[in-house]
């Protein structure tokens, strides 16, 4: 909590715009992979493949590889998991503040979540790239500026 905001619980757009800018990072894709004949977008939920056009959930890729998934495959899954303890924790965060009339969860927490996720995110680039892929890391910036003004904005 927060100096002055004691007994004031947040107010219902701040919450809302929380949940709504997780969602958000969520829906965007994180990984941009480009080869000769196509592209894949890597989200957080799954891969889009633009040749042949297929969308494929993460847990579907797992069970694909038959129990032998590749580093890359688990880092974007690590990335994953971060990013749903961080939309976990804002989404207890805000129940919490309307409940308890305080600020909710430490801005801190869900913050240094979104930043360990895009270093995760960061590791599925680097994968990629030894294994000779053009990858663009988009979840980088997105989970970073998320972060950032998940941190600096007032409750």
């Known amino acids: 909590m927060t100096a ?3 007994g004031a619980a947040i107010p219902r757009r701040t919450a809302a ?3 709504l800018a997780l969602a958000v990072v969520a829906a965007l894709p994180w990984t941009v992979v480009v080869y000769s004949g196509g592209y894949d977008l890597l989200f ?5 493949n633009s040749n042949p056009p297929r969308i494929l959930s993460l847990p579907d890729l797992f069970r694909s590889t038959g129990g032998r998934a ?3 495959l688990t880092t ?4 994953t998991a ?10 207890i965060g805000v129940i919490t503040a309307r409940l308890t009339r305080t600020d909710g969860t430490d801005r801190r927490l869900v913050a240094g979540l979104l930043v360990l996720a895009a270093v995760a995110n960061l590791r599925v680039t680097l994968h990629l790239a030894r294994i000779g892929e053009t990858a663009l890391p988009l979840g980088v910036p997105i989970l970073v ?3 950032w003004w998940r941190s600096v904005r007032p409750p």
């Open 44 to 48: 957080p939920w799954g891969v889009f």
């Open 145 to 147: 500026v998320a972060a």
């Open 76 to 79: 974007w899954a690590l990335s």
């Open 82 to 91: 971060i990013f749903l303890v961080a939309a976990v924790m804002e989404t």
């Open 4 to 6: 002055g905001t004691e």
């Open 70 to 72: 590749p580093a890359r």
């Open 17 to 19: 715009r929380r949940l």
